[in-house]
């Protein structure tokens, strides 16, 4: 199966506010002006006019859209520069032209693509250049920039944070998708966020077309212009931006937009940072430092009525092909919050393992077992991870093979409730 998507990528990577003479952006602490990024550089890419003779349809509304999302960058400080239209091979070299450049290791930057995506239906995506053939044609993925690709450019970058914001409806497989979470009201804490990152924004959820309006630009430029300040400090920060343009854009009933960090730990704790309103308070130092608050505190917060079991556990979904949609209405239905990613294991292997954190509460891991249990999603596994000190209170969703082989599923008899229910703590190893 494939897929046909209309794509807008702003692609928050670093977040600094530099004007054209390059000043750096400095926030307000308790500790006196805080160095937050001494560089900003956004990449901004227009696909319009494409072959329609292939069957790729122009887009009207990508001029304007990026000529109000460029100037909304302008005015937060970014340098931006810009690319009309590009073929497949331009398209490619500006990107990684772009994302691994020398550069400060402080900077921010911010990749912004308007124009066609498409996805083979295998939880692969891709953005189209505007001389992409049919995709019927023997060299048409060939011509494609495939979104692995990229993000691999952005984990190479020397830039502190990035954040990927794509208008389109398909998701790669390197992405995070956060699910019925609200952004952290509480205090922002700099060291938390002032290590690396890399962040994605998506328009559309997997599979999902994505009209041709401006909704979800809109939506983004209110947002980093102060619309998305949850927590009342004057700072908008990725962690809220995703979240806010989700309540913006799902009551509409046309898409809904995705939010995530990225996949590797070490890209994870950072957080894209926007401070459209002048003078900040934050706060400058947490009380616990170190990369594992940090992720704590980066988890945002559950919907109110799972607060009690969920505060500070993210549970995160390894997606297979084989499960459908069954884990993810699970959860829905539970209003469990989770982060949905895909795994290394071939598509044909169902999810039938739960790994945990041996701090993870109880009361959540049962939780979780049994929606999944209750939903006739055989619970084959209950483990404790190899290297707990970089999932803390983390719980996981994921398919795993007889031996460990990677070779043939996991064919112990499912757990039984009984079972579930005994559980005390997050097990060494639970199997029948």
Not at 114 to 137: F, K, M, Q, R
């Amino acid at each position: 199966m494939t897929m046909m998507f209309r794509i807008l990528i702003p692609l928050a990577l670093m977040v600094i506010t530099l004007q054209a003479n390059a000043q750096p952006l400095y926030l307000a602490s308790d500790k006196g002006p805080y160095l937050m990024y001494s560089d900003s550089k956004a990449l901004v890419i227009g696909a319009t006019q494409y072959q329609e003779s292939a069957g790729w349809p122009s887009l009207p509304k990508v001029p304007g859209q990026v000529e109000r999302v460029t100037k909304a960058l302008q005015e937060q400080g970014f340098t931006v520069q810009s690319l009309t239209d590009p073929k497949s091979g331009e398209l490619s070299v500006a990107l990684k032209k772009f994302l691994v450049q020398r550069m400060d290791k402080n900077t921010r930057l911010l990749v912004y693509f308007a124009g066609h995506g498409w996805s083979d239906g295998n939880l692969a995506g891709y953005i189209v250049p505007t001389d992409a053939p049919n995709e019927n044609d023997d060299a048409f993925i060939s011509t494609l920039i495939n979104m692995e690709e990229i993000v691999g450019w952005g984990r190479k970058s020397s830039a502190k944070h990035v954040l990927f914001v794509f208008d389109s409806c398909f998701s790669g497989s390197v992405f995070l998708v956060r699910k019925n979470q609200s952004p952290s009201t509480s205090a922002l804490y700099l060291n938390d966020i002032d290590r690396p990152g890399r962040q994605y924004l998506t328009a559309g959820g997997y599979r999902e077309q994505v009209p041709d309006i401006d909704d979800f630009s809109g939506a983004f430029i209110a947002g980093i212009g102060g619309m998305a300040d949850y927590n009342g400090d004057k700072i908008v920060t990725a962690n809220e931006l995703g979240p806010f343009i989700r309540d913006q854009i799902i009551p509409r009933g046309n898409q809904t937009p995705q939010f995530g960090p990225d996949t590797n730990f070490e890209w994870k704790l950072g957080d894209t940072v926007f401070a459209p309103m002048g003078p900040q308070q934050i706060a400058y130092a947490a009380d616990a430092s170190g990369p594992r608050n940090s992720a704590l505190r980066g988890l945002g917060e559950p919907r109110p009525e799972q607060a009690n079991v969920f505060q500070n556990v993210e549970v995160l979904y390894y997606r297979k092909l084989e499960d459908k949609l069954r884990v993810t209405e699970t959860l829905d239905a539970k209003k469990i919050p989770y982060v949905v990613t895909t795994a290394q294991l071939p598509d044909k292997f169902p999810v039938n393992t739960i790994a945990c954190a041996p701090d993870v509460p109880v009361e959540a891991l049962k939780e979780v077992t049994l929606a999944l249990f209750d939903k006739g999603i055989p619970v084959r596994r209950i483990m404790t991870f190899r290297k707990p000190s970089e999932k803390p209170r983390r719980i996981e969703i994921l398919s795993t093979t007889k031996d460990g082989a990677g070779k043939v599923a996991l064919d112990s008899a499912p757990l039984t409730r009984d079972q579930i229910e005994k559980i005390s703590s997050c097990p060494r190893i639970l199997e029948n």
